[in-house]
């Protein structure tokens, strides 16, 4: 169904319009979250809450937007307010003493080993750049939608996205990694 016509519908208190909505949008604004906060169960909140803030503020969406676009604006937001939050200490403390069981031990550690390595080196970029990258390779976004999200100009992105690359392989080469912040941003 045509996204407009469901927009129409939950704006008339549809459910099955907004159940339709999140079924096709949850999977990619949570994975945008859960890269960017690397916390499973906070990243899940917070994919709750955008729906729940897209749902009271519905009459404000503007449908030339892009949904998907809007829902991530939403998600920025919110993460960034969770940061602020003197509970973000609290829950990455519990996070931490938390032990994952997986089937195949050695193919998920060497994964998760790379992965970490990689989301190490990303952390330690400006809030801008990690969020450019993070949209641009694990979401796989055009730099037009990514200046949407972010409210800056394409030259903007474009050229924040160059900067963040040599920087990223700077700190690759140096093999530096600031263990101080990529603690604050990278729980386990």
């Known amino acids: 169904m045509n996204r407009r016509k469901l927009i129409l519908q939950i704006k008339n208190g549809n459910q099955e319009a907004l159940e339709t909505i999140i079924t096709e949008m949850y999977p990619q604004v949570y994975a945008f979250l859960y890269r960017k906060m690397k916390q499973n169960d ?15 503020n519905i009459d404000q969406y503007n449908e030339e937007d892009k949904l998907l676009n809007y829902l991530f604006r939403i998600g920025i937001n919110l993460a960034n307010n969770y940061y602020k939050s003197l509970n973000y200490l609290d829950d990455r403390e519990l996070d931490e003493s938390r032990i994952i069981i997986e089937e195949d031990p050695h193919a998920i550690v060497m994964k998760k080993a790379n992965h970490d390595i990689m989301m190490r080196y990303i952390s330690q970029l400006s809030e801008i750049s990690r969020e450019i990258i993070i949209l641009r ?19 903007t992105a474009k050229s924040r996205h160059r900067q963040a690359l040599m920087k990223l392989e700077e700190l690759m080469k140096g093999g530096v990694l600031d263990e101080r912040k990529s603690e604050i941003q990278t729980v386990y």
């Open 42 to 56: 906070r990243a899940k909140d917070i994919t709750q809450e955008v729906f729940l803030k897209f749902v009271e």
């Open 137 to 155: 390779y694990y979401h796989e976004m055009k730099f037009k939608d990514i200046a949407d999200i972010l409210k800056i100009p394409e030259s």
